[in-house]
């Protein structure tokens, strides 16, 4: 019957039950909700199906007490969503675009100030977060020890004992990719092998963090960085294009990128902090969707102001009104600066408010962030144990 359970925590929080999908997986990478299980106490477990209801047994979910902690996470995981085609470069629409600053920052500090999930609610979403990591290295001393170190902890992101406390320790958890400079792909990738693990790698390229380099320059780093094994390509934008408002050129340059890329899919930088105005991120939001981005990210974490929630505000507008007007679905990636596992909590909030839970999935949603995991870790240590743990206790990337 059921090939997974594909559990979906997100739908109601706060409360003393979890509402969950029964899914069938197509070939496409996405399901077929079939049913719905209610999760409250274990004596109340039922399952609701078109066409009559099933003991939740034969699902596959155990008489457990901790229901929200069930599921796997990482089945979506190191799969992508459909590839974006892009579209035409509409410049009239541009041209009608307009962001009310005010009522971002009132949306914004709204969605900052709603009641976040606690206890178990709290941890299942952590570990959510966790599985949605592009977990990152991106630093001048990278070395292929280092790089090793990170891939190792990418597929062990949480330490086992304390998964297998919460009966996650066989769900496969790991974060969503790791991501390095070009020249670490090849020491990313034979780590992974190593493994044996298929653990995306992703790269950044296309003159990361400046892209001040010549267009031939970052188009050949594109090209080296799948070659190495990259399968996906986390591109800058040039911002001397957007500032002066040369569209058409950028539009351009993202296409030649996204053909470079070949199979791997790319995720298109803004390096908002360099944009100047909530239009300028708008109108490049949309102009990196139209040129084939399959995801469209915040910064590179070079910036002087990263990944904000304003600036994420305008970028999954227009992520919804990309989606309305073509049908196709492109992933969001905040960056730089994400440290907390609170921060986390808020991220996903924000998603699931505007975007809905379709997004909250790592083929349409990453957290760029090279040292959030350690602090997600921590507060999922001190949910299990009920202290918190010394520096040595947790291993990091
Ligand atoms: O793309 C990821 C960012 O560069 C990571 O930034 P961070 O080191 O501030 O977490």
């Known amino acids: 019957m059921c090939r997974y359970f594909n559990k979906d925590f997100f739908l109601k929080t706060n409360e003393k039950v979890a509402y969950c999908h029964l899914a069938l997986p197509r070939g496409d990478n996405s399901s077929h909700v079939i049913?719905?299980?209610?999760?409250?106490?274990?004596?109340?477990?039922?399952?609701?199906?078109?066409?009559?209801?099933?003991?939740?047994?034969?699902?596959?979910?155990?008489l457990e007490e901790r229901p929200l902690l069930?599921?796997?996470?990482?089945?979506?995981?190191?799969?992508?969503?459909a590839r974006n085609p892009g579209t035409d470069l509409d410049l009239e629409w541009l041209s009608k675009v307009r962001v009310n600053t005010q009522?971002?920052?009132?949306?914004?500090?709204?969605?900052?100030?709603?009641k976040l999930p606690k206890k178990q609610w709290q941890t299942a979403w952590l570990l959510k977060a966790a599985s949605c990591i592009d977990l990152t290295t991106l630093a001048g001393d990278d070395t292929p020890s280092n790089v090793h170190r990170l891939c190792v902890k990418a597929i062990q992101p949480i330490r086992y004992d304390l998964l297998r406390r919460m009966d996650m320790h066989d769900k496969g958890l790991t974060t969503a990719a790791v991501c390095v400079y070009p020249s670490r792909v090849a020491d990313a990738v034979r780590s992974l092998k190593a493994s044996n693990s298929s653990l995306p790698v992703a790269s950044v390229a296309t003159g990361f963090p400046a892209g001040q380099t010549p267009l031939e320059t970052r188009l050949q780093e594109v090209r080296m960085a799948v070659r190495d094994g990259a399968t996906e390509i986390d591109i800058v934008i040039n911002r001397t294009l957007a500032l002066t408002g040369q569209w058409e050129v950028m539009y351009r340059e993202i296409v030649q990128f996204r053909e470079a890329c070949g199979d791997a899919h790319m995720k298109t930088i803004l390096a908002t902090g360099d944009l100047g105005t909530l239009t300028n991120i708008y109108k490049a939001s949309m102009v990196a969707m139209m040129a084939g981005s399959d995801f469209i990210k915040t910064s590179t974490g070079k910036e002087a102001v990263n990944a904000t929630y304003p600036v994420a505000i305008v970028m999954v507008r227009a992520i919804r009104d990309y989606?309305?007007?073509?049908?196709?679905?492109?992933?969001?990636?905040?960056?730089?600066?994400?440290?907390?596992?609170?921060?986390?909590?808020?991220?996903?909030?924000?998603?699931?408010?505007?975007?809905?839970?379709?997004w909250l999935r790592p083929h349409l949603f990453r957290l760029g962030a090279s040292s959030l995991l350690a602090d997600i870790?921590?507060?999922?240590?001190?949910?299990?144990?009920?202290?918190?743990?010394?520096?040595?206790?947790?291993?990091?990337?």
């Open 103 to 114: 009522a971002v920052l009132n949306r914004a500090l709204h969605i900052q100030g709603l």
């Open 377 to 397: 870790e921590r507060q999922v240590y001190h949910h299990v144990t009920g202290q918190y743990a010394a520096y040595h206790e947790l291993p990091m990337a």
């Open 35 to 62: 049913g719905h299980v209610l999760l409250q106490k274990k004596e109340q477990l039922s399952c609701q199906q078109p066409g009559g209801s099933v003991p939740a047994e034969q699902v596959g979910l155990g």
């Open 70 to 81: 069930l599921g796997p996470l990482t089945h979506l995981s190191v799969k992508m969503s």
């Open 323 to 358: 989606f309305l007007r073509t049908g196709h679905k492109v992933g969001f990636k905040p960056a730089g600066g994400i440290r907390t596992a609170q921060e986390a909590l808020v991220w996903l909030t924000l998603i699931k408010e505007e975007l809905g839970n379709d």
